[in-house]
């Protein structure tokens, strides 16, 4: 069966922890669905994970927490044994795109060292790179991050984690959680897709802005 998979695909994630904080459970649904249709394992995962820390933080009390957490971890290692081998390979780092990345972070890596000018003011955008995560030259990888770093150089990097940081401590003080919850799982999935300093994330960045406000 062939797989299409769209950039924007992992827009999602932030779209769902959105609709589960807001009670829109649905919605929430057709997001995973549309996830694992994608399919994107990594996404259903982080938009699982974020859906479940907002179930912790509403709990209040800790013993509530801490009983959560327990079902949860017993739940999941006796689900474990039953996980097709595809999506446990994801977390072994033995998987095809886990083994594509680690040769993207070691090609990266090596450019830096050849010419530490580089890792410090970038090789600005649209330069490209020799990854033996392809065994070519590219001129975006899956990594976000480092991605940005590439292009941008370490300064940009620390100053946009910077700005997203005190973003997210201000709504979550303004007690948006579920949007600053679903902005952290928008960064975090970043790993796995080049979504960062995209017309998407720059949408997301400006209603998380918005919602500081009120």
Do not use: C
């Not at 790993?191 to 960045?205: A, E, I, Y």
Request: hydrophobic share 55%; net charge positive; no cysteine.
């Amino acid at each position: 069966m062939p797989v299409v998979y769209f950039q924007g695909t992992l827009s999602l994630v932030f779209v769902s922890i959105l609709a589960f904080g807001r009670g829109r459970y649905f919605a929430f649904f057709l997001m995973l669905t549309a996830l694992v249709l994608a399919p994107s394992r990594f996404g259903v995962t982080v938009s699982l994970a974020f859906a479940y820390l907002l179930v912790l933080v509403r709990l209040g009390s800790w013993p509530r927490r801490v009983a959560l957490l327990s079902l949860t971890l017993g739940t999941v290692l006796a689900a474990s044994v039953f996980l097709p081998a595809g999506y446990a390979d994801m977390f072994s780092g033995e998987s095809a795109g886990s083994l594509v990345r680690i040769g993207h972070v070691r090609s990266m890596l090596e450019t830096f060292e050849d010419d530490i000018s580089k890792l410090l003011l970038g090789s600005g955008p649209g330069s490209s790179y020799y990854s033996s995560g392809f065994g070519s030259y590219t001129d975006n990888i899956e990594i976000s991050q480092l991605e940005l770093v590439r292009k941008y150089g370490i300064f940009f990097f620390i100053v946009l984690t910077i700005l997203f940081g005190a973003v997210l401590v201000a709504l979550w003080r303004k007690g948006r959680r579920q949007h600053a919850l679903a902005f952290a799982a928008h960064f975090f999935v970043a790993t796995s897709n080049p979504v960062l300093l995209s017309s998407v994330f720059l949408l997301f960045f400006s209603t998380a802005l918005l919602e500081t406000e009120k």
